[in-house]
């Protein structure tokens, strides 16, 4: 489907569900295209449907799954396509692993890893090219406060891709290239039930609606800043975190079952 003249395409993946469907949504408000990007096909056409009545935009539908490489090459295509450029890239699909690192597998851990870090950073440098070609564009790539806590292999790869944004916001901006790593503390979306996690070990204040983290992650990605910390309460635990003792940050060990 070609997307509709003289507008901007939008490419964001996991965007059936979750903080995903929130971006695509925005996005779409906004009177972006879309080229919607996840595993499940049904849910995923539905979605694009959906967006297509209410906002009268293109939504193109990519099934994929991001921790196989031939599901990224076929994403990488599409975002590498001259003839129908994408001016926005939402690196949004993750998963979580509810273990501790020494219960999980070994094979848990790699995919956990290559979908956080490896493919969010081959679909930035597909996407890259033809931005800097063109003289603009914009990549959000959502990470997690937990980028800033010691708290075991999802903050380490979280950390990682705030890292990579800092960095290629400082090298790409003054080419007209944005680049956001927008780090949501507890978000209600599926994430959390589809890794098993009982979320009220989590106190309700600490819970912050997908609406405003994508409505303040897209402002600031707008802005021109690397790092996005929704709400005040989280901005005050990233802040805490760079100057607090990790033994204090760290939280308790998790018990295996």
């Not at 997690?144 to 790409?172: C, E, H, Q």
């Not at 402002?219 to 989280?234: I, L, M, W």
Request: with cysteine; hydrophobic share 45%.
């Amino acid at each position: 489907m070609t997307p509709t003249s003289n507008r901007t395409t939008a490419l964001v993946t996991g965007a059936s569900a979750g903080l995903g469907h929130e971006f695509a949504e925005q996005l779409a408000a906004q009177g972006h295209d879309l080229v919607l990007v996840a595993r499940n096909a049904s849910r995923l056409a539905e979605t694009a449907e959906d967006f297509r009545r209410r906002y009268g935009v293109t939504a193109e539908v990519l099934p994929a799954d991001l921790t196989q490489d031939d599901d990224v090459a076929a994403v990488v295509e599409r975002l590498e396509d001259a003839t129908r450029p994408v001016g926005i890239l939402v690196n949004n699909a993750g998963i979580g692993l509810l273990h501790n690192f020494e219960d999980n597998h070994a094979a848990e851990e790699r995919r956990h890893l290559k979908l956080h870090a490896e493919t969010s950073m081959v679909l930035t440098h597909a996407a890259l090219r033809g931005m800097l070609e063109r003289g603009e564009g914009r990549i959000i790539n959502v990470a997690s406060v937990a980028a800033f806590l010691p708290r075991g292999t999802y903050s380490a790869a979280k950390a990682w891709l705030v890292s990579f944004s800092r960095w290629a916001n400082l090298a790409y901006r003054k080419r007209g290239i944005k680049v956001t790593a927008v780090c949501p503390g507890f978000t209600h979306t599926e994430f959390h039930d589809r890794m098993g996690m009982d979320k009220s070990v989590a106190p309700s204040w600490t819970w912050l609606r997908a609406e405003r983290v994508v409505r303040e992650g897209l402002a600031d990605n707008d802005r021109g800043k690397a790092v996005s910390v929704p709400s005040k309460r989280y901005k005050v635990v990233a802040a805490v975190a760079r100057v607090a003792p990790a033994r204090l940050m760290a939280g308790p060990a998790r018990k295996p079952k």
